[in-house]
């Protein structure tokens, strides 16, 4: 193989992978969108966007968060930059009620070096909104949610 066709593949790999686990976020988020909310009242689809306070970038936010146990919730994130780029990941959310309607959402994951490493996420929720705020050792900033419309069958 000639270093300029390894130059290509090597290219197409990079925009290929992760193009790969949007796809499936895609998929989720379209199935969860098509049908009510579940319960408990901060589980299924959220829609917002993101801001840095480091860099003031900022984009669109997609989250779908699914119950593990009574007070931890996996949440899977979407976030897109530069309005071109999208990057996914997730993180375990402990969810503890403050008041009637209310929860504080914290959690944590490392990302790993290329995405800034422990990512920290602290926040409140109500079943139609969600505030939080992030940071990493690259990056902080806040992000606001609120549930999607859902679609009608």
């Given at each position: 193989?000639?270093?300029?066709r390894?130059?290509?593949?090597?290219?197409?790999l990079?925009?290929?992978?992760?193009?790969?686990?949007?796809?499936?976020?895609?998929?989720?988020?379209?199935?969860?969108?098509a049908?009510?909310?579940?319960?408990?009242?901060?589980?299924?689809p959220?829609?917002?966007?993101?801001?840095s306070?480091?860099?003031e970038?900022?984009?669109?936010?997609?989250?779908?968060?699914?119950?593990v146990?009574?007070?931890?919730?996996?949440a899977?994130?979407?976030a897109?930059?530069?309005?071109i780029?999208?990057?996914?990941?997730?993180?375990?959310l402990?969810?503890?009620?403050?008041?009637s309607?209310?929860?504080?959402?914290?959690?944590?994951?490392?990302?790993?070096w290329?995405?800034?490493?422990i990512?920290?996420?602290?926040?409140m929720?109500?079943a139609?909104f969600?505030?939080?705020?992030?940071?990493?050792?690259?990056?902080?900033?806040?992000?606001?949610?609120?549930?999607?419309?859902?679609?009608?069958?």
């Open positions: 193989m000639t270093p300029a390894f130059s290509l593949l090597c290219l197409s990079v925009w290929l992978l992760p193009a790969a686990g949007c796809s499936g976020f895609n998929r989720e988020w379209r199935t969860a969108t049908r009510p909310l579940p319960a408990p009242a901060i589980a299924g959220w829609t917002g966007n993101w801001r306070s480091v860099n970038h900022q984009g669109q936010l997609r989250a779908l968060f699914t119950p146990d009574d007070k931890t919730f996996h899977r994130f979407r897109r930059f530069w309005g780029m999208s990057y996914s990941y997730s993180l375990e402990t969810a503890e009620p403050v008041s309607g209310q929860w504080s959402l914290k959690g944590e994951s490392d990302l790993g290329l995405a800034g490493g990512f920290r996420c602290r926040g929720a109500s139609d969600l505030q939080a705020t992030f940071d990493s050792k690259r990056d902080r900033g806040t992000f606001i949610l609120s549930r999607p419309t859902i679609e009608p069958k």
